[in-house]
Structures are given as structure tokens and as C-alpha cells.
């Protein structure tokens, strides 16, 4: 694909590994969209992610799936997690825990025809240090709500150190890029660390009018932003707008949950967590060249042992690409 450029000047090859491309998003995750106010009930990050894998192209070179388009993401985000019923002010020590989370992470990406992997590393603070209380309660003064009454019985401070692997592949089931097609998106995930250690399969199918070449859409607890679209190697540029719906299952094999389990090495507030937990999703997208838009809505299975109300959240996500 080749960039427009002034007159008298040569155009850019977008797929050399000289060009690099630029993306910002924001992503903001909260179970308003569903009237509920419980579980996880608030998520907040921003990603910058550029092509080309810089300093980090050393360790991608030693990998057996390091060859490909490169993108290296610097994500920055806070989590909100609460019991059932904010209003106690001194929590059911069967409930979930409080916790709030604040953390920064490097991921790298490389995709190549059908084919993603995707490395991650996060850390950052769990605890009062995450300030996710006093977030929630300037959120709830601002929209005159009532304020959540359990935040002194969150867990302890705790560093994070969290590793994520992601494999995806894409299969084109029927259409063409420039008109309606269908697309089935299989994912394999594995986290490691005192975050979260679980093991995930599960997949998206999407369809709709001038699908993106990308992966699809993640949710802050996976990857949480993967690489923009891939640039069109057709002579004959995509139409400038595109439009699809998509809906995705998972299944999760949790071994560890810092959120459920407690501080590793502090007593604290817990309860006994599901090894299994389903997931499911719906959305819609919304793409031009610059931005993308897009809106889903999560179902989460019961998480822990005793758990009497459902966990569901809205998620849109903001991206522009420069």
C-alpha cells in the first residue's frame, strides 16, 4: 500500500519496516451499562502502540513466530473491583473482596497472513496504593449517587508482576474484504503471575461491511488493545467506512485470582474461586481510516463459591491512527 504524498516527493511503502504507524486508544469498561454496580465494576486504560518493534525486535528475533509485522503497545490503566453491596460499611467477609489496581504494562505483537502472537508484561500495585477508592467516590460524588462504604476493607498493597501470551488465528468463511463477509477468530490465552494465572480458549466470529485486516477486539484483561488494521495490499483501497457485529465465547481455567484468593503474602479478605469460569460477548464496531469505535457488552459466569448475582459490563473502546 502507498501513502499519499506532495508532489515531487516519493510515496511511502506502508508495509516496509521503515514506516512506522501510530495508535492511540482508550478503552473504558464499567457495569453501568447494565444498571449493575458490583464485581468488577470499573476498568480505565490508554495504549500508544507504534509498528515496528524497536529495541524489542532483539527478543522477537530469537522466537520461532518472531518473524512478521511487529507493534510494540505501552498501556497504562486502573481497575475497580467492589463487593455485592457497596453500601455495607463493613463488607460480608463472604462477598467478593475490594480491590483496586493500578498498572502499566509492554506488550509486543507480531501477526503475520492469518496468524497473531502477542507477549505482555504488567506490573504496577494492588491495594490502597491503586487509588480505585478514592476514584469511585469523587465518580459517585460527581454524579450524585450514593458512596460506596467498603473501600477500608480492600486488600493489602501488593507489587504486581503478570505475564501474558496470547496465539490467534483468522479464517475468512465467506465474502470478500470490500463488501460483507464473515470471519471466525480462534484464541488461545495464557496468563502467569500473582495477578492472574489462568489458562483461556475461546474465539469471535464477526461479520459485516468492509472487515478490517486485524484480529478483533480484547478485553483489558487479555491483551487489552491489539495492533491496528494492516494496510491494504490491494491496489484498490478498502471504502473509507466499514461496519461489523461480532460475538465471542471463553472458557477459563483459573488456578489463581488475586482478586479472589487475597493478598499472596498478607492475610486478607477472600473467598473460595471457581476453577471454571465462562465468559461471553457482544459488540459492534465502527472503523474509517483514522478512528475506530467500538462497543461490546460481557457476560462473566459465577466466579467464586456463594456468588448470587450475575457479573456483566459494557466496554468502548477509542482508537486513532496516525
Known amino acids: ?86 453500601l455495607m460499611p463493613i463488607p460480608d467477609p463472604e462477598d467478593r473482596p475490594y480491590a483496586g489496581i493500578l498498572y502499566a504494562g509492554l506488550a509486543l505483537h507480531v501477526d503475520q497472513g492469518n496468524r497473531y502472537h502477542g507477549l505482555k508484561f504488567i506490573t504496577g500495585v494492588a491495594g490502597p496504593w491503586a487509588l480505585a477508592g478514592e476514584t469511585q467516590r469523587e465518580v459517585h460524588r460527581w454524579i450524585q449517587t450514593d458512596l460506596p462504604k467498603g473501600w477500608d476493607y480492600q486488600l493489602h498493597n501488593e507489587p504486581l508482576f503478570n505475564l501474558i501470551y496470547e496465539h490467534r488465528r483468522k479464517y475468512r468463511m465467506a465474502g470478500e474484504p470490500s463488501g460483507f463477509a464473515v470471519e471466525a477468530l480462534p484464541t488461545v490465552n495464557v496468563m502467569l503471575g500473582n495477578l492472574l494465572t489462568q489458562a483461556q480458549i475461546g474465539g469471535q466470529i464477526r461479520f459485516g461491511f468492509n472487515l478490517p485486516d486485524d484480529f478483533g477486539s480484547s478485553l483489558m484483561r487479555g491483551m487489552g488493545h491489539l495492533p491496528p488494521p494492516r494496510p491494504a495490499t490491494d491496489p484498490q483501497p478498502l471504502p473509507p467506512l466499514g461496519v461489523y457485529f461480532f460475538g465471542g465465547l471463553q472458557g477459563n481455567l483459573v488456578l489463581h485470582n488475586l482478586t479472589l484468593d487475597g493478598n499472596t503474602w498478607k492475610d486478607s479478605p477472600s473467598v473460595d474461586r471457581e476453577p471454571f469460569v465462562p465468559a461471553a460477548e457482544v459488540g459492534l464496531s465502527l472503523a474509517s481510516r483514522r478512528f475506530t469505535v467500538t462497543f461490546s457488552y460481557v457476560f462473566f459466569g459465577d466466579e467464586f463459591h456463594g456468588q448470587h448475582l450475575n457479573s456483566e459490563f459494557g466496554a468502548c473502546t477509542v482508537t486513532y491512527r496516525f
Open 1 to 86: 500500500a502507498i501513502a499519499e504524498h506532495p508532489p515531487g516527493e516519493s510515496p511511502v511503502d506502508l508495509t516496509s519496516a521503515e514506516f512506522r504507524q501510530w495508535s492511540l486508544a482508550a478503552r473504558w469498561e464499567n457495569d453501568m451499562f447494565g444498571n449493575t454496580d458490583r464485581y468488577f465494576t470499573d476498568g480505565a486504560s490508554l495504549t500508544l502502540m507504534h509498528t515496528g518493534a524497536g529495541w524489542l525486535g532483539r527478543l522477537a528475533d530469537g522466537w520461532p513466530w518472531g518473524a512478521g509485522r511487529r507493534c510494540v503497545g505501552y498501556d497504562f490503566g486502573q481497575i475497580m473491583i467492589t463487593s455485592g453491596d457497596k
